[in-house]
Nanobody, 124 residues
């Protein structure tokens, strides 16, 4: 059973950067798409970015395109989310999860093995 653990969250000023990590253990990780989602207080969980198992294809929400970069390091069984030019509206708990389907989805219901999340707070 794959377990995912997020880290790297914190408090940062608007315009700053953070790099989130999603580390996998306990099972096969490299064959699946990994997605990042976020959930702000009072809002639904939303798709942020995803990377396919080979790392060759990446997908982004329009709200983060050009500012966030997702990547994976198979040797470390880790997926990263580099977040630059952070905005107040990026404040949320960020989660990573696995998509075991053949077609990459932006629907959180298609994902499983969710991590516990890491808090990102952007201040003015």
């Amino acid at each position: 059973q794959v377990q995912l653990v997020e880290s790297g969250g914190g408090l940062v000023q608007a315009g700053g950067s953070l790099r989130l990590s999603c580390a996998a253990s306990g099972g096969t990780f490299s064959r699946y798409t990994v997605g990042w989602f976020r959930q702000a207080p009072g809002k639904e969980r939303e798709f942020v970015a995803a990377v396919t198992w080979g790392g060759y294809s990446t997908f982004y929400a329009d709200s983060v395109k050009g500012r966030f970069t997702i990547s994976r390091d198979p040797a470390k069984a880790t997926v990263y989310l580099q977040m630059n030019s952070l905005k107040l509206e990026d404040t949320a708990v960020y989660y990573c999860a696995l998509d075991r389907g053949r077609i990459v989805s932006r629907d959180s219901l298609k994902y499983d093995s969710w991590g516990q999340g890491t808090q990102v707070t952007v201040s003015s």
